[in-house]
């Protein structure tokens, strides 16, 4: 119903800049919030920061002053831009977005993830 595509990731030296993007397709009513998730070899998922239908945003403490995300409505496309990257930025970056249908039902979606790879 609802495809995630998210693009932008690859490799990095510390210290350096990536922005990703995240274009939803499909039916889609309403969108509650969306967000970006990471996760390393081993590791569980974490959320790495969202945005709400209102436009407030939450940060993993591990990235707050240094990624931001946005969200384009017109183009249905969600971004995090990711500057002073460190090693342990290194994981496959998710996008997320959860939707809700005409009788207000939540469904959360997932992009299939992109790599972001941090050398030292």
């Known amino acids: 119903q609802v495809q995630l595509v998210e693009s932008g990731g690859g490799l990095v030296q510390a210290g350096g800049s990536l922005g990703l993007s995240c274009t939803a397709s499909?039916?889609?009513?309403?969108?509650?919030?969306s967000g970006w998730y990471r996760q390393a070899p081993g590791k569980q998922r974490e959320l790495v920061a969202q945005i709400s239908r209102g436009g407030s945003t939450n940060y993993a403490d591990s990235v707050k002053g240094r990624f931001t995300i946005s969200r384009d409505d017109a183009v249905n496309t969600v971004y995090l831009q990711m500057n002073s990257l460190k090693p342990e930025d290194t994981a496959t970056y998710y996008c997320?977005?959860?939707?809700?249908?005409?009788?207000?039902?939540?469904?959360?979606?997932w992009g299939k993830g992109t790599l972001v790879t941090v050398s030292s």
């Open positions: 499909g039916r889609i009513f309403s969108i509650n919030a």
């Open positions: 997320n977005v959860n939707t809700r249908d005409l009788f207000s039902q939540a469904t959360n979606y």
